[in-house]
């Protein structure tokens, strides 16, 4: 007979996105031998569920092979400011009713422009951000919706910029002879990779 020790353990997943976007926190919890007897999710020492619950979305997980994932889906009218939420489970068979794991949800604010252009002049569109935890990197994704690359310089040119307080400002100079292959309405988007945590915002439209 082989014994396994087990120990109760909760890894919460950080995330870092952009406000107004919808964003789904975890909890995974190891160690046990059996489905959770509770599981709450908290923003503020209050259930989010009686907060307004068409803003928040718990699923408490499946137990399977000593593990149970619980989510959290914060909708993107509620996802306006940074935030610490926190999952509280109960499990009798370690005796403990209040478990409690904060989750770190940092917000970001994007800001750009639509704009005219015209066909004469190099033209460079920017791409604002602010409220980041850290520095992070932009990707520039093409009408084509490919990565822009930055070495095919008589193409593009692409500037990151300085990260200054929570704050930075990439943008991208489009060639006269790029702009001359594009059609009116087409659409260049910028994607942020959090330095912080390893998620992606979504796809943000010029």
């Given at each position: 007979m082989t014994l396994t020790l087990l120990s109760l353990n909760v890894q919460p997943t950080d995330k870092e996105v952009e406000s107004g976007t919808e964003t789904m926190l975890s909890c995974v919890i190891t160690g046990i031998t059996q489905q959770l007897n509770a599981v709450v999710w908290r923003k503020d020492g209050t259930d989010v569920t009686t907060l307004s619950g068409s803003?928040?979305?718990?699923?408490a997980?499946?137990?399977?092979?000593?593990?149970q994932t619980t989510t959290l889906t914060v909708k993107a009218a509620a996802n306006s400011a940074d935030s610490t939420y926190t999952c509280v489970i109960t499990s009798n068979e370690w005796l403990n009713s209040n478990k409690?794991?904060?989750?770190i949800l940092n917000v970001y604010v994007v800001t750009f422009d639509d704009r005219s252009i015209t066909t004469a002049t190099d033209?460079?569109?920017?791409?604002?951000?602010?409220?980041l935890s850290a520095?992070?990197?932009?990707?520039?994704?093409g009408p084509d919706n490919n990565e822009i690359s930055g070495s095919d310089t008589n193409k593009y040119i692409i500037d990151q910029g300085a990260y200054v307080l929570g704050s930075k400002s990439s943008s991208l100079t489009i060639k006269t002879s790029e702009i001359a292959t594009l059609a009116s309405?087409?659409?260049f988007k910028c994607?942020?990779?959090?330095?912080q945590y390893s998620t992606y915002s979504a796809l943000i439209p010029l």
């Open positions: 803003n928040y979305v718990v699923s997980g499946t137990y399977g092979s000593n593990s409690q794991t904060n989750v033209q460079t569109i920017t791409c604002g951000i602010n409220g520095e992070t990197t932009v990707t520039w994704i309405g087409d659409k994607k942020l990779k959090s330095a």
